[in-house]
């Protein structure tokens, strides 16, 4: 049973640094597209970085130049460093795992989804 599990998160005011940190197991982490999402009171989960097998990172425009998502395969983790911090950054912050299917190099299917529990961050002065 793949498990995931977040920690990290906290209270921190604006221009503070954070960084979150997701264990997983029972499976083999290596071959998962791993990713974190944040949902805001009252607002839908949204993708804020997601890393591939071979490590290729993509983040969406908000979090460019503030936060980096990184994996240590051999270890199991996934982390998200977080710096400058806003306000609006406030969120629970999820761990996602999850396989990614191929034709060549298509993507053409994604597997199972995995989520942690979440961690709870905090921006606020």
């Known amino acids: 049973q793949v498990q995931l599990v977040e920690s990290g998160g906290g209270l921190v005011r604006p221009g503070d640094s954070l960084r979150l940190s997701c264990a997983a197991s029972?499976?083999?982490?290596?071959?998962?597209?791993m990713e974190w999402y944040r949902q805001a009171p009252g607002k839908q989960r949204d993708l804020v970085a997601s890393i591939t097998v071979d490590g290729r990172t993509t983040y969406v425009d908000s979090v460019k130049g503030r936060f980096t998502i990184s994996r240590d395969n051999a270890n199991r983790m996934l982390y998200l460093q977080m710096n400058s911090l806003k306000p609006e950054d406030t969120a629970v912050y999820y761990c996602?795992?999850?396989?990614?299917?191929?034709?060549?190099?298509?993507?053409?299917?994604?597997?199972?989804?995995?989520w942690g529990k979440g961690t709870l961050v905090t921006v606020s002065s």
């Open positions: 996602n795992g999850h396989t990614v299917y191929y034709s060549g190099s298509q993507e053409i299917g994604r597997g199972v989804d995995y």
């Open positions: 029972g499976t083999d982490f290596s071959i998962f597209v």
